[in-house]
């Protein structure tokens, strides 16, 4: 199913309950698998409590997904999914995860030495493997707005004076629905309304246009592990 036969799908979900429960258990089977990529076992729809929470997570996700912006839904779903099981294990205590060496390479399996399982910290683990997801997913987003990932790097603003003006236009897109809604819709800045909003020139604004709007959709999205780490390197 395409990207936009899924948008259909999601508008319908939300205008019609019963539609939702029908959607819903079309992907029961995705919601299992999701749930058993962080569990890594088996999962029982009437007994594991975790199956519960994967089905609220979905029915969230169907909720909060952006129709605007043209990423899939399974995508935006499973880092949701995933996201709430992962709660719920470090809710219940700072757990250990056992994962099959089948989860590592081969040069992985001779440097551990240990021949059938192997014990890694949890929180590290899926601390990396959200991350992924949530490059992955913005990756998908920037495309639309004609962003490469590797902007980010290339276009951070090497002055801090610079960086703080930049961060102050994001934030006041941020604040104001209006401006974000124009940015998600058009795929492009509200420069005109911003320039009367702001002192800021309209140059300021577009050299470092293609920052901003990565700045903005990463701190605007469901990118918790990322925006933790972009508001710890510009002390935001």
Known sequence: MSISELQEEIKK?????SYRN???????????????QVTKRYVDIYNDE??????????????????YQNVSFLSFASL???RRIIDHIRAQQKYKLILPMSSFSHDDEENIGIENLVTVHFDEYFEISISKEEILLLTQTLLQYKISFSDLVRLTPKHKDTKKRV???????????????????????????????????????ERHRKYIIAMTILLSGP????QKYVKEVHNL
Do not use: W
């Open 13 to 17: 979900c939300r205008e019609t309950p």
């Open 22 to 36: 029908i959607f819903m258990e079309a992907h029961k089977n995705f919601i299992l698998q999701c749930i058993s």
């Open 50 to 67: 975790e199956y519960s929470i994967g089905l609220l997570a979905f029915h969230e996700a169907i909720d909060q997904y952006d129709l």
């Open 80 to 82: 949701v999914i995933r």
């Open 167 to 205: 961060f102050s236009i994001v934030h006041i897109i941020l604040q104001n629905p209006a401006f974000l809604n124009f940015l998600l819709q058009n795929k492009k800045l509200p420069i005109a309304l911003l320039c009367k909003e702001i002192y800021i020139s309209r140059i300021t604004i």
């Open 223 to 226: 990118y918790e592990n990322l």
